[in-house]
């Protein structure tokens, strides 16, 4: 993860004029030099890449605006612990996805998708135990999802692989930590109620 990282940041002044340039993928990047095709730096992200990365993103800014909304809306600690973990997790991992992106050639999106706001809309309205229950719920279903798309990159034989598959353990904490906030409120009886 951290070889990830630093070509990230040392690409990251390579690709910015690139990126501020359009899309232009004639320049050659950081990686020209043992490349054989001169028309990509990193590589041409594909379809497939473009969907992931800009999902990735989306998800990454999504987890950490439902982080800070945790923290601020939460009534347990273990919630509110949680909320400053997704902050602090996804806060990273949205810069390397995004240094990412560039380097490929792809603009990343600057906002969740349509309904990743509306899911984060509903549950700002929750408060106390109810946003408890809700927002472990939400967190479950979310990385559940996540989870299922990175091994799916993870798998593959393109460029994210390896970056995908570095970050499915941190996707698997959360999701335990995320179950692990339900059961505690299925003990203590805030799970009862309506979904």
Known sequence: MLAIGVAAALALGATAAQA???NSNTQPSMNSGSSMNSNSGMK??????QKFLKEAVQGDMAEVNAGKMAQQNGQSEDVKQFGQMLETDHGQHLQ????MAQQMGV?????PNAKQKAEAKKLSKEQG????????????KDHKETIAMYKKEAKSKGPLAEFA???IPTLEKHLQTAESIENKG????TKAGTK
């Open 129 to 140: 135990a109810r946003f408890d229950k809700q927002f472990a719920k939400a967190m479950i």
């Open 96 to 99: 390397k996805a995004q240094q």
């Open 20 to 22: 501020q340039s359009s």
């Open 165 to 167: 598959q570095q970050t």
């Open 107 to 111: 603009k990343p999106p600057t906002e």
């Open 186 to 189: 299925a003990m203590t009886g």
């Open 44 to 49: 041409q992200a594909s379809k497939a890449d």
